[in-house]
């Protein structure tokens, strides 16, 4: 049997076949990109340091004030198409008052509305934090890269300002599996998420292995790419990213649900093995492929600037602010106006692509011109 949950009745299970958190969705729904989905930054504090941290540069120690929280409510309502929220942080659960205050309200406001709701955690506080959200909450959503508390201890404090012994992050490991184990079995939908890596690539058979036994219901899988703290680590070549997703799909539990996402393969190339890969993934049960939501469906709301980003590519700086205007508005500019965009923004439905993530692009193919080309595979 697939993989699903149900935590409102009235909406459809999440399912290989139902991803609202995938821009395809919305561009075959309206002709066009509209904004589905608003992320949220509800933290920069964090009980852990890794190596790869998406905002390892933005992490703090001590917090500045939020914004009240009427305000980005009411951006939230003014939102017409509105579908999934995300919450991040840094961890967001880091401060029970965050959980009090801001992540069960905002949690509270989408299932009133009939939306959609992640956050992503490194579940290794006391399990009540996340307790709390349990009620509310569709997607948990871990990383999870390791084989044991040593690779934890490297991975997750590789950035940290002072030394933190290893039996301080084999503690964090276990709780972190135990708490994974315990709200599975309350019914909480957890995704973990492995980067394909320098570290894991080789390791990823092991670490499926783990997510499973602690019953994770999906199994996330995106290579690392080389922003914030991870532009200074070894980048794989397409190569051995290509081998490494082979060896996964080969050893993997087909009942498991797996959301590849950000990779560089699609189905324009001309070289055999990405069309190989490509037709592969298409063709696995309970395999999905997802498309990049960044600036196509969704944009990142920081709650204590109200600063808004339409995508994780670091040299574009905030493209609005809450304060000011209206989320829309600020996703329909960046959609319709800016140059960047331009260059990534094309669609062949039969192969159920729309386009690269700008990084990818930016990393491994700078002169492709992605408009003018169509898949090669349908
Ligand atoms: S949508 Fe873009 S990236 Fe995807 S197959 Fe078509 S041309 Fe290539």
Known sequence: MMNTVNTRGALAPLSPSNDPWDPIESLRTYGRHVLTSVEMTVTHLCNMRCEHCAVGDMLVMKEAEFLPLDLMLRRLDEVEHLQTISLTGGEPSFREKTVKEVIVPLLKYAQDRGVRTQINSNLTLDISRYEAMLPYLDVMHIS??????????????ANSNHPVPKETAYRMYDKMMENALKLSEAGMFISAESMINYRTHTKLAGIHKLIGEMGCRRHEVHPMYASNFATELPMLSLDETRKAIHSLLDVRD??????????????????????????????????TVRNDPDGRNRVNVNLFSGDVYVTDFSD?????????????????AWQTGHPLNKTVNCHCDAAGCCGPNLLVKDMYYKDTDFTVKKANLL
């Open 144 to 157: 999870f890269n390791y084989l044991n508390g040593d690779d934890f201890h490297e991975v997750g404090f």
């Open 254 to 287: 087909p009942q498991m649900w797996m959301l590849f996402g950000t990779l560089p393969f699609f189905a324009c190339s001309d070289i055999h093995e990405d069309l190989k890969l490509i037709r592969r993934l298409a063709d696995a049960p309970n395999v």
């Open 316 to 332: 574009i700086p905030a493209f609005g602010n809450i304060q000011t205007g209206r989320l829309d508005d600020i996703f329909n």
